[in-house]
Every structure is written in C-alpha cells, then in structure tokens.
DNA sequence: GTCTATATGGGGATAGAC
DNA sequence: GTCTATCCCCATATAGAC
C-alpha cells in the first residue's frame, strides 16, 4: 500500500498515454517523462515496447472484470446492469468525445498495424459482449443472447466514434436515450418452466 | 487521359495506404515504393506530409460527393438512396473487417493525434451526414431528420468498429438485415399539406 | 520532374557504472 | 533499481545535380 511499484506506475501512466495519443505516437520518452523516471530505467522493467503493450492489456482486461463484477454486485437486476453498461457513454462522456472508446480504438489501431497483440485486445470486447449475453440470457432471451450483446455493443460504439469525430454531447445524449427506450422494449418472456420439445 | 500525374498518383497511393494502415504508420518512403519514384521526387509535389493528408482528406471528399450523387442518380426513391448507404457494409465487407471505415479510423487517428486536418476529416462525415439528412426529409421526416442521419451514421459505424475487431462476417450481416429493418419501419406520414398554427 | 546524396531528429534498444 | 551514455535505424525534410 501507499506506493505501488515502479513497474505498476509504468503500465498505469502507459495506459493513459496509449488511450489518449495512440499506441504507437506513445514513446518511451514520454511515459518515462510522464512516470518520472529515466529511458534507460525503463527497459528494466520491459524489454520490448510489445511487452509493456500486453501488460496495459492485461490491466485493461482485469480492470474490465472488475468493473463488469462490480455492476453485478451492485445491480441485482440485468435491466440495470445493462443500463449501467449503457451509461458508461454518460459516464465517460467528456474523455469518449476527445480520445474515443479505449478498446475500440486500440482494436483499430492494432488492427491497422498487423500487430500480434490484436488477438488479446479484441478479447477485451469479448468480456463485454459475454457479460451483456449472460444478463440477455437472464432477462429470459436464451437464443439471441449473443447477437442482441453484439448488437448493443455495437450501437455503443457507433456512438463513440461520432461523439469523437463531431464532439457534440447533445448527440450522445440522444443515441443513450435511445438506447435506453430499445432496452426498456426488450420483451421480457415468462419464466419457461416447460420447454417444448 | 492514359496516364495520370505523378501527383494524383501519389494522392492516390497515399489514400490508399493511411486507410490500409494509418496515417503515421505510412511512411514517405511506403508511398515512394508503391507508386515507384524515389523519395527525394516527393517533396518536389507535397513540401509537407500534412500537405499530402490534406490532398487525400480532399480527395476522399470528392472521392464521396461523387458516391452520394451516384446514389442520388441512381435510385429516386429516398429509401433506396438509403439502402445503398446501408449496403456499403456488404459492399465492402472484407475491406471493412480488415481495415474499417477509412472516415471514422481516420478521425479517430488524427483526434488522438490532436491534428490540425481533424477539422476536414470530421467533414467527410458532415457529407454523409447531411445527405442522409436530406432523404429522411424527402421521407416526410422534417423535424428529426438530422438525428436519424447520425443515428443510421453511428450505427455503420458501430458495425464496421465490431467487424474489424471480430471478424464475423455473419454479424455484419446480421447488423445490416436489422438495418434494413429498422429503415423499412421509418414512417412515412402523408405530405403535410397543412401545417397547423 | 526526377534523381542521388545528405542533414537532422527521434524512436527503440543496449551496456555498464552506481 | 536507477541512472548516463551510446548505438543504430528510420522518419521527415533539404540541397543540388541531371
């Protein structure tokens, strides 16, 4: 407690600087500047850029169960939980509109560059879109679960790539309302007790 | 005719290859390779690499007004015009899972990058915009066509966003028959003759 | 208009002293 | 673990011959 390690602060500030610049207009130089520590220090800690990238991942990853564990535990309800997802558009409003979804973008930008990392940042997505699935699944929509997950994830993500582009709050506070109309007119089946068949 | 300058050649390596791979992640001597001249040649038709991102930013501009006319000539029913915008997902579907959408990356490229261009790029997706706009007033929707211009935009943009990262075939299609659905249940009321007060 | 140098700076990465 | 010093490469950009 009270310090976190050199290494920890390193992956923390490389974080930020990743969502906020980009991947690779983020350099050594700068999250050495940023952490307060020198180049040199730095390779200690990481060998390879690559390194450092699949770290911020990995805290990326962990910080998402947490949050996604987090919304559990406080919302008993999967309408909520979902509205909780929903609002992280609200949330986030201020740093969406100036630097996009974290994940989105890094997907995009990895993406871009061939980079071997793509396969463990898209799994980022794939902890979202698992957890929406299983609260559609709760609210009785054994079927489409995964699609309807997609579906919001998707619509989410439309929305941060214009709040990006055109930095117009009312716009995302439209798309979130509306957001939240399609989720209230989820039909919420009846229990099955009996299944057909 | 036959043969194209060696600027517009470049222009068009250039558009080309930031949409393949990104804006910074292109390099002079990239586009020298692709379109064969030596890099010193370069800057005797762009001074500045900004210059060249300005030159393709313009070039995409009229690259889409050409598009949005064509669709216009096309098609005179406003729905059809739409569901050609729509059918760009398909269209261009292998494209769009490799690469995105070469508006909403770019945007979001120079956005982190706090470039001067974001202003232009930012107006490809006004073209878009306001084009949409325009055949949901011919619709009959006079009061909120713009919100469902940006709302149809930031749903492509959202699928393009999940396709890159998943590479699902099945769920852009999937996205784009909902769509289709959705555009299908716009209503369309009678010609308001009379406008009351 | 096109080329071959070349200048200059920044980036990732290493070696080795403390 | 942290530092300074350094290497090497590649990027943008320039100068000047053809």
Not at 3 to 22: C, M, N, P, W
Request: proline letters at 4%.
């Amino acid at each position: 407690m009270g310090k976190v390690s050199t290494r920890q602060h390193i992956i923390e500030r490389a974080d930020q600087l990743f969502y906020e610049r980009g991947f690779e207009a983020t350099s050594f130089a700068d999250i050495a500047q940023a952490v307060g520590i020198s180049r040199g220090n730095f390779y200690h800690h990481f060998k390879k850029k690559d390194d450092l990238l699949d770290a911020v991942v990995e805290r990326r990853m962990a910080n998402t169960r947490m949050m996604l564990d987090q919304w559990a535990s406080a919302f008993p309800e999967p309408k909520d939980r979902i509205r909780a997802f929903i609002q992280i558009l609200i949330v986030n409003q201020a740093k969406i509109m100036a630097h996009g979804c974290p994940v989105g973008t890094l997907c995009a930008e990895l993406a871009k560059l061939e980079h071997v990392a793509q396969n463990s940042a898209r799994q980022i997505f794939g902890l979202f879109r698992d957890w929406l699935a299983e609260q559609f699944r709760s609210l009785g929509r054994t079927q489409g679960a995964e699609a309807l997950a997609l579906h919001l994830l998707g619509r989410s993500q439309g929305v941060t790539a214009l709040a990006m582009a055109f930095r117009d709050p009312a716009f995302v506070e439209t798309e979130v309302a509306a957001l939240e109309r399609w989720l209230d007119s989820i039909d919420q089946p009846a229990l099955p007790q009996d299944q057909p068949s």
